[in-house]
């Protein structure tokens, strides 16, 4: 099956600096890749999703980048604001089974 | 957008009675919804997937006499745990397909057993 795997686990960056979180998947079939948010005490919320079909993909200060033939895609954040801390999770994907990776716990200090 | 209710957000039980948890898609329909368990500071790990009509289908090592999962209509899934034990006490979260390969999340179930 599918195995996912997130780094890092932890990460503090300044206020205004980027952050960069990666994933790599093992599964050549998977084809969706999803990237989560979770606050504490919450479900997790989509941010950003990309398909196989795409190599980058970008939603204002939110970009998603996908190597099929290394099998990583990772999550770009910049201009952080304090806002953006949370733990966020990368999701590899075929058409019935998903799975996440270990999670990202993000710190954006002011 | 499509929303995922869960409910109820948290519940404290006692040792030995069951706890019934909801999942509603608002405005659309799921035929087949998913149930994860999250332990603090871990990621999410799935349960089993529920389908409309017919039986769930849960993920090796789970316990599906403990964890009762129903999806009787097109907007409803519940999960019942059973005879709740302090190491039921747990985050659990439900999600619903709403695009292609697309899930959204309900806001989770916060289960304490005493």
């Known amino acids: 099956g599918e195995n996912v795997e997130q780094h890092p686990s932890t990460l503090s960056v300044q206020e205004g600096d980027s952050a960069v979180i990666k994933c790599t998947y093992s599964?050549?079939?998977?084809?969706?890749f999803p990237w989560y948010k979770q606050e504490l005490g919450k479900g997790p919320q989509l941010i950003i999703d990309i398909r196989s079909n795409v190599g980058e993909k970008k939603d204002q200060r939110i970009a998603v980048t996908l190597n099929k033939t290394a099998k990583h895609f990772s999550l770009h954040i910049t201009e952080t604001q304090p806002e953006d801390s949370a733990v966020y999770f990368c999701a590899a994907s075929q058409v019935n089974d998903m799975r996440f990776g270990a999670g990202t716990r993000l710190t954006v200090k002011p | 957008g499509a929303v995922v209710s869960q409910h109820p957000s948290w519940v404290i039980c006692k040792s030995g009675t069951s706890v019934k948890i909801e999942c509603r898609s608002l405005?659309?329909?799921?035929?087949?919804m998913f149930w994860y368990r999250q332990f603090p500071k871990q990621s999410l790990m799935l349960m089993a997937t529920s389908n409309e009509g017919s039986k769930a289908t849960y993920e090796q090592g789970v316990e599906k006499d403990k964890f009762l999962i129903n999806h009787a209509s097109l907007t409803l899934s519940t999960l019942t745990v059973t005879s709740a034990h302090p190491e039921d006490s747990s985050f659990y979260i439900c999600?619903?397909?709403?695009?292609?390969?697309?899930?959204?999340f309900g806001a989770g179930s916060r289960l304490t057993v005493l």
């Open positions: 999600s619903a397909r709403t695009g292609a390969n697309v899930l959204t």
């Open positions: 405005d659309f329909q799921a035929t087949t």
């Open positions: 599964d050549s079939a998977s084809n969706y």
